[in-house]
């Protein structure tokens, strides 16, 4: 009866003939090399998000030829959310896609429309040139996160986009009353457009990078390269390397991209983004006497972690009853590791909710800041201190990722008696 009846069987009912004389035209006219069909319907409704995954589908219906069954190009007959109204013109749309005559659809996450009160939009695979084309500029930052590297590579991704998020605010507030757009874009779940790739140094090598990208208006260079500037920013030291690499070409070697590239370089992409929006005539930016003051506002006001040395350091701990210094050498391998990671930890302990927001962070090289090594009794680096009002415990806690640190806070921080309102808080 009707009750018994397949939801898919009954959605695909009326267009199951289509398909079936498309299939049988499309194997009469094989003369030279026979391909073979496998036809399917899925359920969007119960496969939403397998779909969207694998075959960079949200708007439905979808019919989707897949050259070769989970690896191969997906191509979308008149782009998606539509059908073919006749066998010939499904017919036609198989033999395109078989020809390779049609795009293939890029993989790609869904557009999101972007929040008003945001000041960054994210880039997907599915939207990339024109979202560029929207604006005379674009400051973009792309990454690409392997997680199966490390967990603590993952946790410097997410660190890096957050650090991302202040600049867009900075830039756009400089750069008032035009300023550039700026963006996000993750290769790692959306395909780089072939335009962007082959006109510049845009590629997975190159991530994590920013770019400042002019619009081209839509008129390709040469018909498939970008048609306006790309320019990248180059760390000074990787600058210095590609110039040593540069003068033998047969020892020319890619420089690796530094993972912390905005932890370590934001003064300078700042400085580099003005001077590259002052290229463009429809984009305001400040004058060059007032950069620097710029710079080092944000960098004031964003600073997790201060730095100290003898004559500060009493002062620090008489002003903040809890504090977590780190005693350093700048010649410790171990102290370099650790910057990027306590740092994170400082800004994600000040964005927590709780008493962990309370505690503030701060590093002393203990090299140059002896009395104050004498005093605390630092006999290696990195040593670090928990400071509860001016008293010194030693930190016993992880060190590899941020939340190490602010999960070892929250355990230091718990009251030793907890007033409890219910039973159901025991548990």
């Excluded at 395109?96 to 945001?118: D, F, G, T, V, W």
């Excluded at 946790?155 to 650090?163: P, W």
């Excluded at 750069?175 to 550039?180: A, G, H, Q, T, V």
Aim: proline share 6%.
């Amino acid at each position: 009866g009707a009750l018994n009846q397949n939801p898919l069987e009954t959605a695909v009912k009326d267009f199951r003939p289509i398909v079936t004389q498309a299939m049988h035209a499309l194997k009469i006219n094989q003369t030279q090399k026979k391909y073979s069909y496998v036809v399917a319907c899925v359920d969007a409704a119960k496969w939403g998000q397998w779909i969207e995954k694998e075959l960079y589908a949200w708007t439905f219906p979808a019919l989707i030829v897949q050259r070769y069954i989970g690896v191969g190009d997906r191509y979308f007959f008149k782009g998606g959310g539509h059908l073919p109204e006749t066998a010939e013109q499904l017919v036609d749309f198989v033999t395109k896609a078989a020809k390779y005559s049609i795009e293939p659809r890029l993989k790609s996450k869904r557009a999101q429309l972007p929040a008003a009160n945001r000041d960054w939009k994210q880039l997907v695979g599915d939207n990339v040139e024109s979202e560029l084309r929207k604006s005379p500029a674009t400051l973009v930052y792309a990454f690409k996160v392997d997680a199966t590297i490390d967990e603590i590579t993952e946790d410097v991704a997410l660190e890096e986009q957050e650090l991302f998020k202040d600049f867009a605010s900075w830039i756009k507030t400089v750069c008032r009353p035009s300023p550039p757009a700026v963006a996000m874009f993750d290769a790692t779940d959306n395909e780089i457009p072939l335009t962007l790739y082959s006109a510049g140094d845009f590629g997975l090598s190159s991530m994590p990078a920013v770019y400042f990208i002019q619009n081209d208006h839509g008129k390709l260079r040469h018909g498939q390269y970008w048609g306006a500037p790309i320019s990248k920013y180059e760390p000074p030291k990787i600058a210095e390397e590609m110039e040593k690499d540069s003068e033998n070409r047969n020892n020319f070697t890619i420089p690796s991209p530094r993972h912390n590239l905005l932890a370590t370089h934001v003064p300078g992409i700042m400085k580099w983004a003005i001077v590259e929006a002052r290229k463009v005539p429809e984009i305001s930016a400040p004058k060059e006497a007032e950069v620097d003051a710029l710079v080092n506002i944000f960098t004031a006001q964003t600073a997790a972690v201060a730095e100290l040395d003898d004559e500060t350091l009493p002062g620090f701990l008489a002003d903040n009853r809890l504090s977590l210094v780190e005693f350093y050498a700048p010649w410790c391998g171990h102290c370099k590791k650790l910057h990027p990671t306590f740092a994170a930890a400082a800004r994600m302990a000040k964005k927590s909710q709780g008493r962990v927001a309370a505690v503030k962070f701060a590093k002393i090289n203990a090299e140059k800041a002896t009395r104050a090594a004498k005093k605390y009794n630092v006999a290696g680096y990195p040593t670090l201190y928990f400071f509860k009002h001016g008293t010194p415990y030693p930190y016993h806690g992880a060190t590899e990722r941020r939340h190490h640190f602010v999960g070892w806070l929250n355990v230091e921080l718990k009251p030793d008696i907890e007033e409890i309102s219910t039973i159901s808080n025991l548990t």
